[in-house]
């Protein structure tokens, strides 16, 4: 190649390796096809503790401001090349020949019409096509050997899938497109951490959002299962940590704190935890709930209650209501939903809550009412304080 080619070779060039060193964490490799006549020889740059460029069988280590040198020096040995530099979700294309350099850009994601089985609802298309994220759903099993979801993983990708939507429906209210700062998540009570995957890989590879993503559970085992998953998907923006959510001493900043079915007060801890790091978003469908029912009493309801099957059920909503209402009262607007259908999962109410910063002294005297009146004292009180007096 002569000059001016490896001159706009290098400048391209200068440019990616910029884009490789700010998204460390999302880069997978550069590979290049140089060309001598009929045959091709290969160069990769690929990262794990630093950059390392192979060529001709050799390898060395350099940095990113050496990237481009060594892809122009490479270069100039052949008569045409095709770099290309692969980024989670995206392509960046470099051609050199007898016609020119041009670069173009292409999304990873591919093959979006492939039928993948029925939708989560009628009328519903997946928030992630799950063609679209085969190498991720392969690695977390949910996928069969056909392509297809695997029969008894499909409720729960379509309440994963459909939590995934949802969080996509309050980006607005907590990220401003453009915005250098990565999103940085919390998933307390991960379990095997479908739902911060899944929700990564629509951030990072649809959306094109930086984030960054914290998985705690008090499990070793469902830990070391989810760091080997993140190694083997080359997902570098995961950390898991084993912790106990009462303990745990988040980052400087939280954007979102998320949960899906932590079982009993694990949702409190959660929901205590994005409260003391005045997470801007706390979303979160709770599991099963026993600690309200264990204490509240009402007299005016006694006729009703007296049946263990309808107390329960009561103590299912005044738990998340008396959730709700703290929350507002420390400065959060909050939504309830019903996130699913009671066919997918009967555990499908989903509580929104966005920070607003003002505290709000009408709710905090319901909440102070509702304690009284029901003589119970709920647990996302208890751990908020509790993880307060350990700061």
């Not at 095997?192 to 629509?202: A, D, I, P, R, T």
């Not at 898991?240 to 959510?245: G, H, P, R, V």
């Not at 001493?249 to 704190?257: F, Y």
């Amino acid at each position: 190649m002569n000059k001016k080619q490896l001159s706009q070779i290098n400048f391209y060039m200068t440019g990616i390796a910029a884009r490789a060193e700010e998204n460390r964490d999302f880069f997978i490799n550069i590979t290049a096809d140089f060309k001598s006549g009929t045959k091709t020889f290969q160069g990769t740059l690929t990262h794990t503790d630093g950059f390392v460029w192979e060529h001709n069988g050799v390898k060395k280590s350099i940095d990113a401001g050496e990237i481009s040198s060594c892809i122009e020096e490479a270069a100039a040995l052949y008569d045409s090349a095709e770099i290309t530099y692969n980024e989670r979700g995206t392509k960046i294309i470099v051609t050199a020949n007898e016609k020119g350099v041009k670069m173009r850009r292409e999304d990873n994601l591919t093959n979006p019409d492939e039928p993948v089985g029925p939708a989560v609802q009628s009328g519903r298309a997946y928030t992630v096509n799950p063609a679209l994220a085969k190498d991720l759903l392969n690695e977390l099993g949910i996928l069969a050997k056909n392509g297809k979801i695997k029969n008894d993983k499909i409720r729960k990708y379509n309440q994963i899938d459909y939590f995934t939507e949802l969080f996509g429906g309050i980006l607005d209210e907590i990220y401003t497109p453009g915005q250098k700062k990565e999103l940085i998540i919390t998933d307390c009570a991960c379990g095997k951490s479908y739902l911060s995957f899944v929700l990564n890989f629509y951030l990072t590879e649809i959306r094109r959002i930086k984030c960054r993503f914290i998985g705690i559970d008090h499990s070793q085992t469902v830990i070391n299962a989810s760091k080997r998953m993140a190694e083997n998907l080359n997902y570098k923006n995961m950390e898991f940590i084993k912790a106990d959510l009462t303990e745990y001493v988040p980052p400087a900043r939280i954007d979102a704190v998320i949960s899906l079915h932590a079982c009993d007060t694990a949702t409190d801890m959660a929901v205590a935890l994005g409260i003391r790091a005045k997470a801007k978003a706390v979303i979160c469908v709770p599991c099963c709930h026993k600690d309200i029912l264990k204490q509240y009493s009402y007299e005016p309801f006694s006729a009703v209650i007296k049946h263990g099957i309808l107390k329960a059920r009561l103590a299912d909503t005044l738990t998340d209501g008396l959730r709700s209402v703290y929350l507002e009262s420390l400065g959060y607007k909050v939504s309830l939903i019903e996130y699913i259908s009671p066919l997918e999962t009967p555990k499908n109410i989903m509580i929104r809550a966005i920070f607003t910063g003002e505290e709000n002294k009408t709710a905090a005297d319901e909440y102070r009412k509702l304690k009284k009146m029901l003589n119970v004292t709920p647990a996302v009180e208890i751990y908020t304080e509790l993880q307060r007096k350990t700061e």
